[in-house]
């Protein structure tokens, strides 16, 4: 299986974008994050125009929105809320096979990394806190699970580009990379990019809009993650980053991660 993870920024605005990914990558399932568009406007045939015929979503307007694309059929489809709130960050479904598929977009957190002055921030220490707590109690051994997503924390001194000057800054920030270590313990997850793209790497998802030259400045932190359990874990065969979908007219500040995985 061919998974792509992608914080797209709005669907509809790049469906030529998404179009370029599926010809030039060929998916089997594709991971959205930032659809950013109400339920009842999704491209649903557009997206299933593109050989996706099995698509569970959920959205709303301007802001969030997740979804997930499959040539694979779904079992089953869920779509849970997190820190009482129904703002669309989390769509999951049940590959035939059994393979559980789990993809979120975890709050940015805004600027400032004081949980007592930024309630942005506090929201999304929130948010990793109830995501553990859940992986924790529906932790089985031997589950074939997966979980992908923007996570909006690079953990590793190689997945940003300068560890020194962001430290302090939020998606690099101590107090993140401590709750992001919880969530993958309590899920014995691996971390399946660091599986082919070695640690010691600098390996980076997402570049800021404001660098004129993003690929000549190279700023960037890897904020996009495919995790899998343990018993998926010798399945994992390649991962790569689709730079050249980044470099379109009008990206997402993101680039699509893509790895395959033996299921």
């Not at 000057?165 to 313990?185: G, Y």
């Not at 599986?195 to 993003?214: G, N, Q, V």
Request: charged letters at 30%; hydrophobic letters at 40%; aromatic letters at 8%.
């Amino acid at each position: 299986m061919k998974l792509v993870t992608w914080n797209i920024n709005s669907v509809r605005i790049r469906l030529d974008h998404v179009r370029q990914l599926v010809e030039t990558a060929n998916p089997d399932v594709i991971c959205f994050q930032e659809t950013k568009v109400r339920d009842e406007l999704f491209p649903l045939l557009d997206l299933q125009a593109l050989g996706f015929e099995h698509i569970h979503f959920a959205g709303e307007k301007s802001y969030n929105g997740v979804a997930i694309l499959s040539k694979i059929p779904f079992e089953e489809t869920t779509a849970l809320s997190w820190c009482g709130r129904e703002d669309k960050r989390h769509v999951s479904v049940r590959l035939a096979g059994g393979v559980e598929l789990h993809n979120f977009y975890i709050p940015a957190g805004g600027d400032e990394p004081d949980a007592d002055v930024n309630p942005k921030f506090a929201h999304k220490l929130q948010f990793l806190d109830e995501m553990t707590d859940w992986v924790a109690q529906s932790y089985q051994e031997g589950t074939r699970r997966i979980m992908v997503g923007d996570f909006n924390i690079a953990p590793l001194e190689t997945d940003v580009w300068d560890h020194k000057k962001l430290k302090n800054i939020i998606t690099h920030t101590a107090v993140e990379i401590d709750r992001l270590d919880r969530l993958q313990a309590a899920g014995q997850w691996l971390d399946a990019m660091r599986m082919h793209i070695l640690p010691d790497e600098k390996c980076f998802t997402w570049w800021s809009y404001r660098a004129r030259d993003w690929r000549a400045a190279n700023k960037g932190r890897r904020l996009d993650h495919v995790w899998v359990s343990p018993a998926l874990k010798d399945g994992v065969k390649s991962c790569e980053v689709l730079l050249d979908l980044r470099g379109l007219e009008k990206p997402s500040d993101h680039a699509p991660v893509m790895v395959e995985i033996d299921i």
